[in-house]
């Protein structure tokens, strides 16, 4: 087996690069009032950022040999929902966060206001995408995307999680709770990955189980991660204020566990995860890559 930085770090170079060259097209800045909106919306999504989600859709893609222009549409419209939901959540009436991606946040940079519409277009322009014919050729196929994203990122997915931990600081969370409040915040959206990578290659019901298994101990081993990053990192590294869930006053995987069982727990999803991935060959091998980095990362 090649080894997960062989593999990992090409993959991510060309994936930051093909997103990026698809949100310079699409957020062209037209020469009218509307301009302001186009430069924030391009602050938040042009460069920085891991762009774990479009590659986990394309790694997934791979395994049904998907068109890469067709999993790339995909991996655009996911990358929108996570940008517009990082522009919300970095809001004073939420995380109040000065710092996101090494830059200042939207909200910073330009306006509250501007910083609000910026995260309402890149949610609608995701399911723009995802609608375009050129995404599948089966109306069936883009139904099903665009029916799942709803779900993934709505109050059943991202949003409902984002509540949960709006909450965190009045509601004594206990691991489950912590557990719940990942699954859908954090988890939701990278289970549509392996989701649309398996619509996209019309996989079979016994494929499909065994991405959104991989999907789900991904997810929870990712969050324990940032809640890792979040007491041991720096602001430096992480590009992101660290350190603000202890001084909320709210429980995380760490503060529950502890560092070292945090840890060990996220070790065991990650074997987990892989093990999901056992019917799978070679083919496979960029997922397994990211499942390691998913712990393994400074940032």
């Known amino acids: 087996m090649v080894p997960a930085p062989l593999i990992l770090k090409p993959a991510l170079d060309a994936i930051g690069k093909a997103i990026d060259q698809r949100f310079d097209r699409l957020l062209a800045v037209p020469d009218d009032s509307r301009a302001r909106l186009y430069d924030a919306m391009r602050h938040a999504v042009i460069g920085g950022g891991k762009r774990m989600r479009p590659l986990l859709v394309v790694a997934a893609g791979d395994l049904f040999a998907v068109p890469r222009e067709r999993s790339l549409r995909a991996a655009l419209a996911i990358e929108c929902i996570h940008c517009y939901s990082l522009i919300h959540d970095d809001l004073p009436c939420m995380d109040d966060d000065d710092l996101r991606r090494g830059k200042?946040?939207?909200?910073?940079?330009f306006d509250e206001a501007t910083a609000v519409l910026a995260g309402d277009c890149l949610h609608d322009l995701a399911f723009e995408i995802l609608a375009d014919a050129a995404t599948h050729d089966d109306p069936h196929a883009r139904l099903e995307l665009i029916t799942m994203l709803a779900v993934q990122s709505g109050p059943a997915g991202m949003a409902g999680g984002q509540m949960m931990d709006l909450v965190a600081g009045e509601v004594t969370y206990d691991l489950a709770g912590i557990t719940r409040l990942q699954q859908l915040k954090t988890g939701a959206l990278i289970q549509w990955c392996l989701e649309a990578g398996a619509i996209l290659?019309?996989?079979?019901?016994?494929?499909?189980?065994?991405?959104?298994?991989?999907?789900?101990?991904?997810?929870?081993a990712?969050?324990?991660?940032?809640?890792?990053?979040?007491?041991?990192?720096?602001?430096?590294?992480t590009g992101k204020a660290v350190q603000k869930d202890a001084a909320a006053g709210k429980a995380t995987f760490v503060s529950l566990m502890g560092l070292e069982r945090a840890r060990s727990q996220a070790d065991a999803l990650i074997g987990q995860a892989i093990g999901h991935l056992a019917s799978f060959g070679p083919e496979a091998d960029l997922l397994r890559a990211i499942a390691r980095f998913a712990v393994d990362r400074d940032r």
């Open 104 to 109: 200042p946040t939207v909200h910073i940079a």
């Open 201 to 220: 290659g019309r996989a079979d019901d016994a494929q499909k189980k065994s991405l959104l298994g991989y999907a789900r101990d991904l997810g929870l």
């Open 222 to 237: 990712f969050q324990i991660a940032d809640d890792l990053l979040d007491v041991e990192g720096t602001s430096a590294k």
